[in-house]
């Protein structure tokens, strides 16, 4: 007696939509990933960027003759508001 089993059978569609939407998925997730760096890295040099530029506005509004009054007299003083 020759007892065939039944063997599972899969479409042709399935074969190629299942690599296919595997790749896809892979590549979406390796562009994801890239652009979180980027975007990350970009962020953070923009944020270091803000940061220079706020104390070199800073460093030229600052009277370095008055900045040590306004130091010695404290918050409340007159030379520190003058600042």
Request: charged letters at 20%; hydrophobic letters at 50%.
């Amino acid at each position: 007696m020759n007892k065939r089993e039944k063997v599972r059978k899969i479409s042709v569609r399935a074969k190629i939509l299942g690599p296919a939407i595997g790749l896809m998925v892979l590549v979406c997730l390796i562009l994801g990933m890239n652009s979180y760096a980027r975007i990350n890295n970009a962020m953070i040099a923009l944020g270091v960027s803000q940061a220079e530029t706020a104390a070199r506005v800073a460093a030229n509004v600052i009277d370095a003759d008055h900045l040590t009054e306004a130091i010695e007299a404290g918050e409340g003083s007159e030379a520190y508001e003058s600042m």
